[in-house]
Nanobody, 123 residues
């Protein structure tokens, strides 16, 4: 059974940091692209970052220089390190997987999704 479980969300002040984790079970991540997406209240879901099955990464302009995506195949986990958080980073964050995917910001690329973890940036 394919499953993705996000963790690491929480409440943080502006300028703070969080590290989100996306743990896969039922399959090994080394053959999959992983994308991170977020959805703020009342807004459309948007792609935040992605890592392809070959390891190339991409970031939304709004998070470049602040967020870093990385993978640990031994732990079957992909991380999203989020630094210098801003109020507008608030939202529900989801990871998604695609077999031999490109790691794009297009949600349609990803057939497997986690349940999400909530990130709140507030003073």
């Amino acid at each position: 059974q394919y499953q993705l479980v996000e963790s690491g969300g929480g409440l943080v002040q502006p300028g703070g940091s969080l590290r989100l984790s996306c743990l896969a079970s039922g399959f090994t991540l080394d053959s999959y692209a992983i994308g991170w997406f977020r959805q703020a209240p009342g807004k459309e879901r948007e792609g935040v970052s992605g890592i392809s099955s070959s390891g190339s990464t991409n970031y939304a302009d709004s998070v470049k220089g602040r967020f870093t995506i990385s993978g640990d195949n031994a732990k079957n986990t992909v991380y999203l390190q989020m630094n210098s958080l801003k109020l507008e980073d608030t939202g529900d964050y989801y990871c998604a997987a695609a077999y031999y995917g490109l790691g794009s910001a297009e949600a349609n690329e990803y057939p497997f999704w986690g349940q999400g973890t909530q990130v709140t940036v507030s003073s």
